[in-house]
């Protein structure tokens, strides 16, 4: 069966510190892969999305970026934190290539990132 | 891009009792899913249903497409339902579109 793993669960960072968060998926590939943030509990936001190795498409302008060095493996960085990239961040995968048709989505467990 | 607008934003209910959540949304979708947020952020998808009606336990959800709405019932509430509920469809832009989600709370 798949899982995803994500961690870690809690991060505090200083302002202007880097960051790295890592997602992987196990038991399935060449998965879609997402990066999600969740401010206050609602309202999840798209930050990163890949269909493939080495291909990213942002969806907001930001200080953050995201990287897919293997299949299965996504990463979301930073090179310098600001007080806004606090939040809850999710992993999440899905089939290749079938969102539009309807396969279902997976979340990791979140990163709760409190940026001080 | 397409809008998910979901209602009401917050519920609170005594166990036992039974809720329906709505969730209206803007533009013809091929997909609508909904997921649970407990307590300590974990999502769990709990149906896949851009149209139709599906029950899984206690929950059921019922999505009528050409109307541009979904509802997810909960009966017999328990205070392992609390949560917040969000509904994620997608349009024409391929993505997954959350809305605001609603806010559960199950008192015992």
């Known amino acids: 069966s798949q899982t995803i793993h994500q961690w870690p669960a809690t991060l505090v960072q200083p302002v202007g510190s880097p960051l790295s968060l890592e997602c992987t998926v196990e038991g399935t590939s060449n998965p879609n892969l997402y990066w999600y943030r969740q401010a206050a509990g609602r309202g999840l936001q798209l930050l990163f999305y890949s269909v493939g190795i080495g291909q990213i498409s942002s969806e907001v302008p930001q200080n953050l970026s995201a990287s897919r060095p293997q299949d299965r493996q996504f990463i979301l960085s930073s090179k310098k934190l600001l007080l806004s990239d606090s939040g809850f961040y999710l992993c999440?995968?899905?089939?290749?290539?079938?969102?539009?048709?309807?396969?279902?989505?997976?979340f990791g467990s979140g990163t709760q990132l409190s940026v001080l | 891009g397409i809008q998910v607008e979901q209602s009401p934003p917050d519920l609170i209910l005594q166990e036992g009792a039974n809720s329906t959540l709505r969730c209206n949304f803007s533009?013809?979708?091929?997909?609508l899913q909904w997921f649970h947020q407990n307590p300590w952020g974990q999502l769990i998808n709990l149906f896949y249903?851009?149209?139709g009606t599906k029950q899984n336990g206690r929950l059921s959800a019922t999505t009528v497409a050409t109307e541009r709405y979904s509802l997810l019932y909960i009966s017999s509430s328990q205070t392992t339902d609390s949560g917040v509920y969000f509904c994620a469809v997608v349009g024409g832009a391929q993505k997954l579109v959350f809305g605001q989600g609603t806010r559960l709370t199950i008192n015992p």
């Open positions: 999440a995968w899905n089939l290749s290539g079938r969102q539009a048709r309807g396969e279902k989505l997976f």
């Open positions: 249903i851009p149209s």
């Open positions: 533009d013809s979708v091929n997909n």
